[in-house]
T-cell receptor, first 114, second 113 residues
Framework: ETGVTQTPRHLVMGMTNKKSLKCEQH?????MYWYKQSAKKPLELMFV???????ENNSVPSRFSPECPNSSHLFLHLHTLQPEDSALYLC?????????????FGQGTRLTVV | GNSVTQMEGPVTLSEEAFLTINCTYT??????LFWYVQYPGEGLQLLLK?????DKGSNKGFEATYRKETTSFHLEKGSVQVSDSAVYFC????????????FGTGTRLQVTL
């Protein structure tokens, strides 16, 4: 139990579907992150939220839409995805966004776009 | 820009063998360096870290020394166990780029009896 919970663990969706990934942290952290993990590629930072405010968007396509209603919850809304978006999506949190404190990761959502 | 290069896997070892996973980095500033481990079906967990040159991070029998002269942070363990089978990620955090952990591609370790 890492304190960061992601749901669902697995998701298969068609290219015309709309779905959402959920992340919840029980650690009292102020910063939350979305990462994309694709086979044989480095983890890619997608979004950073600090105190519910988005502080970083790493040129992510608009078909990925994050939402952070409070410091404990982070969502990633998905629509009209492409097969190349299939990957493991990891949520993480840390006390501060400057990296001076450890980042805790969730177990990830394995997304398959068909 | 920042980058991390890890040796390609998979690395297959027998139990009790010595492990080295190479990691080198490129950074514009003075980064902190990390090793994360991902067990099957799990997220990433911080294994160890070092924040300045010549620091040695250690945890669970794993060690890595921050070598500024060779820009390296190689992971070592003297005697691996089957339970160490996982994917290991080297990462850096450049103090000049807040919140951006830069990861390597990961190295899969398979330990057999």
């Amino acid at each position: 139990e890492t304190g960061v919970t992601q749901t669902p663990r697995h998701l298969v969706m068609g290219m015309t579907n709309k779905k959402s990934l959920k992340c919840e942290q029980h650690l009292g952290h102020n910063a939350m992150y979305w990462y994309k993990q694709s086979a044989k590629k480095p983890l890619e930072l997608m979004f950073v939220y600090n105190f519910k405010e988005q502080t970083e968007n790493n040129s992510v396509p608009s078909r990925f839409s994050p939402e952070c209603p409070n410091s404990s919850h982070l969502f990633l809304h998905l629509h009209t995805l492409q097969p190349e978006d299939s990957a493991l999506y990891l949520c993480a949190s840390s006390q501060t966004p400057d990296g001076s404190t450890e980042a805790f990761f969730g177990q990830g959502t394995r997304l398959t776009v068909v | 820009g920042n980058s991390v290069t890890q040796m390609e896997g998979p690395v297959t070892l027998s139990e009790e063998a010595f492990l080295t996973i190479n990691c080198t980095y490129t950074a514009t500033g003075y980064p902190s360096l990390f090793w994360y481990v991902q067990y099957p079906g799990e997220g990433l967990q911080l294994l160890l870290k070092a924040t300045k040159a010549d620091d040695k991070g250690s945890n669970k029998g794993f060690e890595a020394t921050y070598r500024k002269e060779t820009t390296s942070f190689h992971l070592e363990k003297g005697s691996v166990q089957v339970s160490d089978s996982a994917v290991y990620f080297c990462a850096l955090l450049d103090t000049g780029t807040a919140s951006k952990l830069t990861f390597g591609t990961g190295t899969r370790l398979q330990v057999t009896l």
